[in-house]
Structure formats: C-alpha cells, structure tokens
C-alpha cells in the first residue's frame, strides 16, 4: 500500500512537471509571436526601443491601461464583433 501511495505521488508529481514545461513554452512562443509583430510593423529591435515606443504612445495621449482594456474586451467577444467595437471607441 505506502508502495502505491508513493507511486501515485511521483506520477503527480510528474504530471505537474510536464505542466509546468508546456506552460513555460507556450508564454515564451507567445512572447516570440509578440516581440515579432513589433519588429515587423515597429521595427522594433530591442527592449528599449520597446519601451520607448509604449513611452511616446503615451506622451501622445494614449493611455496603456485604455489600449490593454480595450484588448481584453476584444478577446471577450465572439468572432466577428471586434471590429465593431474598434470602431466605435475610434
């Protein structure tokens, strides 16, 4: 019985190991994925510039926290219904 206990354990334990990894993975394909988009519209090289360039945004009135809401709320809505709200914040 403690032989199965302990088994079971290091099979949990295992399985959160595998987790944890996929997770790990797929923010840092995200970040790439993010990072890419930047360098390709922006031509945003390194984190600096990054950062300079979310900076100049709200230098120029546009406030991070509006944009980050603005996305959340994208992500909420059924296909389709993302441009309309852009449009009408606009």
Request: no cysteine.
């Amino acid at each position: 019985m403690e032989r199965k206990i302990e088994q079971l354990r290091s099979r949990k334990q295992q399985i959160e190991v595998r987790v944890k990894e996929r997770e790990r993975k797929e923010r840092t394909r995200r970040l790439i994925q993010i990072g890419a988009v930047f360098e390709k519209w922006w031509d945003v090289q390194k984190p600096e510039e990054a950062e300079w360039f979310i900076k100049r945004l709200e230098t120029q009135g546009l406030d991070p926290d509006k944009m980050k809401d603005a996305i959340r709320k994208t992500r909420r809505m059924p296909t389709g219904q993302e441009t309309a709200a852009t449009d009408s914040q606009g």
